[in-house]
């Protein structure tokens, strides 16, 4: 695991700051919000035709500002994604590099449920959704969100009485409301993924309460992509609860995509939240001693088995697995199940998990090339450093004065060298007997993505 790799190397690094920083100009470093700034407007400079509409300004009046507003870092983004099953706001933080989430909250609404025989959407859902859309909105003006924008996905994009919703939506959030179309979607999530991991390669699944999205992806680019309706609460409506049916109709429909057989012997990058469920029960049933779901991999066999066993267990048995909320207790043998049909379809080598998706990519959107060609991994660390380090001493400073020592490292090994630079204070302000145990244990679990 790189985030081991990099936390050990801080314990060393730990030992060895006090003597390089005697050896220059000792001070302590501003937060990086300290310049401030007056809240404007932001434009989108790729907003296009009609996406214009995908994206909305949130702003507040210059001379509205409290005494200390221009100490908040400018440009905070958010996107708010109306899901099948869910509907989520995340709130991200954008000073001059790429994002990190402050804010994370979804509402369980359930929008699709009974789509599938009635082709509208859930009254009851509809309802819950609107008043978490109206609260979300209000939580992001307090929060300082300068732009916030409303998607929709799957649920809303195929049912009946979707443009009334939309209609409804945003009329109550006094946004426009963006509905992603099958490519789109497809596409940000491709997009969110390869943020953090920029040479994925194989297939992406991103599997949603109405659709399942495959991207093909061939060493970072993007390729072929395909909508299918296998949602886990479309695929349980279809099978009518019968989950012998389920595995059927999964077969059959993945049959459609013959490009899938090219994924064989490489990678399923899993995205989604049924999906980032399921990983946290294997990371349980294997014993995986990091609890954490971003770059968790498994072999192809492994999953396989776990999959198919999870596709059958009972409700009894369901209740009684660590960590599964209840709202995902009828929907995850399905979520099971479609995993497992993808994996007889791809034939891959293993399995990884990502946290990384069509939110994030949609967020990607929002901010101008600069920042979103930046290396996520060392914008992150950077970051970082800036709000904690004590030193004029760099990480980049760090990195050429051990160059010496590593004259034949890849590309890659520089990249995670230059990251424990960075982070190589991070455990200054602990006790001196456990600044490098504190220094292992934080880097290990820093939900940084690359």
Not at 340 to 361: C, D, I, N, Q, T
Not at 389 to 416: H, K
């Amino acid at each position: 695991m790189v985030n081991v790799r990099i936390s050990v190397v801080c314990i060393w690094v730990q030992r060895i700051w006090p003597r390089i920083a005697r050896a220059g100009d000792v001070r302590k470093v501003g937060m990086s919000g300290d310049s401030g700034a007056q809240t404007e407007t932001i434009r989108d400079p790729h907003r296009q035709g009609d996406a214009s509409a995908a994206s909305a300004v949130v702003q507040a009046p210059a001379d509205a500002l409290s005494p200390h507003a221009e100490q908040r870092p400018p440009g905070r983004v958010g996107v708010v994604d109306i899901g099948s099953n869910t509907v989520r706001l995340v709130v991200y933080d954008v000073p001059t590099r790429l994002p990190i989430p402050i804010f994370n909250e979804k509402a369980q609404c359930g929008l699709g449920l009974g789509m599938g025989r009635s082709g509208r959407l859930n009254p009851k859902g509809v309802e819950e959704a609107l008043r978490s859309l109206a609260r979300f909105v209000r939580l992001a003006a307090a929060m300082g969100v300068d732009r916030l924008q409303l998607v929709a996905t799957a649920a809303v994009r195929d049912a009946d009485d979707g443009p009334a919703f939309v209609a409804r939506a945003e009329k109550v959030c006094e946004l426009p409301v963006h509905v992603l179309s099958g490519a789109e979607e497809a596409r940000l999530a491709a997009v969110g993924l390869l943020n953090g991991m920029h040479g994925a390669d194989g297939v992406l699944g991103d599997l949603g309460g109405g659709s399942l999205d495959l991207v093909g992806l061939d060493m970072g680019q993007v390729g072929r992509f395909a909508t299918l309706p296998l949602g886990h609460l479309r695929l349980a409506e279809d099978a009518g609860g019968n989950r012998s049916k389920a595995k059927d109709i999964l077969h059959q429909r993945l049959a459609t995509v013959p490009w899938l057989t090219e994924t064989a012997g490489r990678t399923v990058w899993c995205v989604g939240g049924s999906w980032r469920a399921l990983a946290r029960i294997f990371i349980d049933q294997t014993h995986h001693p990091l609890h954490v779901v971003d770059n968790f991999a498994i072999g192809f066999f492994d999953a396989l088995k776990l999959s198919e066993l999870i596709a059958q267990l009972s409700p009894s048995t369901l209740e009684k697995l660590p960590g599964l909320a209840a709202a995902r207790m009828t929907t995850i043998p399905y979520a099971a199940a479609a995993l497992a049909a993808l994996l007889h379809a791809a034939k891959p080598k293993e399995v990884m998990f990502s946290a990384y998706g069509m939110r994030e990519g949609q967020m990607l959107e929002l901010l101008p090339p600069a920042t979103r060609s930046q290396d996520p991994l060392i914008s992150a660390c950077e970051m970082a450093a800036e709000r904690t380090s004590r030193f004029s001493i760099s990480g980049r400073e760090l990195l050429d004065w051990l160059t010496p020592l590593f004259a034949l490292e890849t590309e890659r090994e520089r990249q995670l060298r230059l990251a424990i630079c960075l982070l190589s204070d991070i455990g200054w302000s602990q006790h001196p007997d456990y600044r490098a145990l504190h220094a292992y244990h934080r880097v290990l679990r820093l939900p940084y993505p690359g």
